[in-house]
């Protein structure tokens, strides 16, 4: 299985899903990362303000910082590569990368044919 490690910038807790102004990209992130958990995914987050070790020691990670700041976090490695930099991937880039499917709710409607319900549209 392939692992996924999450590189943070400093945020109050482990998630950043705390206080009183929490950042709607970050509740979202934190629910695909327990969903994507789930379906049995290692996904490792590390913040940079309680865990700045590992930033240092992954050289992936330390020569991205020096390029790019630490503005530029969070960044996101797939089996130690960069798989995207800057925000948070979707549920569906997830499971593209991981090879899992997503479950899609069926839409009122949808099963009785069209996209309104079985009319046309």
Do not use: H
């Not at 976090?73 to 800057?86: S, V």
């Amino acid at each position: 299985m392939k692992m996924i490690a999450v590189f943070d910038p400093a945020l109050c807790c482990s998630t950043g899903v705390c206080g009183t102004e929490v950042d709607q990209a970050l509740v979202t992130f934190a629910a695909d990362v327990d969903w994507a958990q789930q379906q049995g995914v290692q996904i490792t987050r590390f913040n940079l303000s309680r865990q700045p070790l590992a930033f240092a020691e992954s050289p992936v990670v330390k020569a991205y910082l020096e390029r790019s700041g630490t503005d530029a976090l969070p960044l996101i490695l797939l089996d130690g590569e960069i798989a995207l930099a800057g925000r948070y991937p979707s549920r569906g880039e997830l499971a593209r990368w991981l090879g899992l499917t997503l479950e899609v709710p069926l839409v009122e409607g949808a099963a009785r044919g069209g996209c309104c319900g079985g009319g046309s549209c």
